[in-house]
């Protein structure tokens, strides 16, 4: 059974930086894709960045292109989240996301099977 568990999140400053961690197991996760998603109070989840477990290719939603990182550790099995620059904007629940079937350019929550409980990014003003 897969399972991913998030953990780095916090409380930064604007301008600060946090890197989040994805531990993943239950599968070699070949062909897979990795998923950052992130959801606000009062919003709908969204798209942060993907990337492909085998090639390590990687997508940015517009929003944090420049400022955020995706990268993976395939022996450990650990999917990052370098966040830098964060704006209150960024403030949310950080979920890591995986599925065999999802496309690089994925963007629908509801293309991925797979989900983490999720951590708490809070940026202050």
């Known amino acids: 059974q897969v399972q991913l568990v998030e953990s780095g999140g916090g409380s930064v400053q604007a301008g600060g930086s946090l890197r989040l961690s994805c531990a993943a197991s239950g599968s070699a996760f070949t062909g897979y894709t990795m998923a950052w998603f992130r959801q606000a109070p009062g919003k709908e989840r969204e798209f942060v960045t993907s990337?492909?477990?085998?090639?390590?290719?990687?997508y940015y939603a517009d929003s944090v292109k420049g400022r955020f990182t995706i990268s993976r550790d395939n022996a450990e099995k650990l999917v990052y989240l370098q966040m830098n620059s964060l704006k209150p904007e960024d403030t949310a629940v950080y979920f890591c996301?995986?599925?065999?079937?999802?496309?690089?350019?994925?963007?629908?929550?509801?293309?991925?099977?797979?989900w983490g409980q999720g951590t708490q990014v809070t940026v202050s003003s």
């Open positions: 990337i492909k477990w085998g090639s390590g290719r990687i």
């Open positions: 996301a995986a599925d065999p079937s999802a496309g690089l350019f994925t963007t629908s929550e509801k293309m991925f099977d797979y």
